[in-house]
């Protein structure tokens, strides 16, 4: 199961942005989604925790102290860095964005899913 929110809640109730519902569909990613923000049982709930940048990991780490080390920064999987916001750039951005989440979860899947 796989599940996507925020650590902010400024879009909370929002859909997704028009940008991201493009390029999803352009790769067949159907990905249903209302902005929410992180809740304490999602870290119960998850055995993995993703984080694009490492302004969200403090953030996560400072409201959930006792769950310190569950959430790791994404591009970890494929070599590190941190996931630009694409949200004040266009169409080019989101899918660089995009780009780069997928090879992520590929390295994700391939080390971690049921053989």
């Known amino acids: ?4 929110c925020g650590t902010g809640g400024w879009h ?3 859909p997704a942005d028009p940008r991201t519902e493009r390029v999803l569909a352009r790769y067949g990613a159907h990905f249903p989604h209302t902005a929410r923000q992180i809740r304490p049982e999602d870290l119960e709930r998850f055995e993995h925790i993703f984080v694009m940048d490492r ?10 102290p006792q769950h310190r080390g569950k959430a790791r920064l994404i591009l970890e999987l494929n070599g590190g860095g941190e996931v630009p916001d694409p949200y004040y750039g266009g169409l080019e951005q989101f899918e660089e964005v995009y780009q780069m989440l997928d090879e992520a979860l590929e390295v ?5 899913a049921p053989h």
Not at 1 to 4: A, G, L, N, R
Not at 55 to 64: I, K
């Open 12 to 14: 909370e109730g929002e």
């Open 1 to 4: 199961e796989v599940d996507s």
């Open 108 to 112: 994700f899947l391939q080390t971690h």
């Open 55 to 64: 302004e969200n990991l403090r953030a996560l780490e400072q409201r959930f």
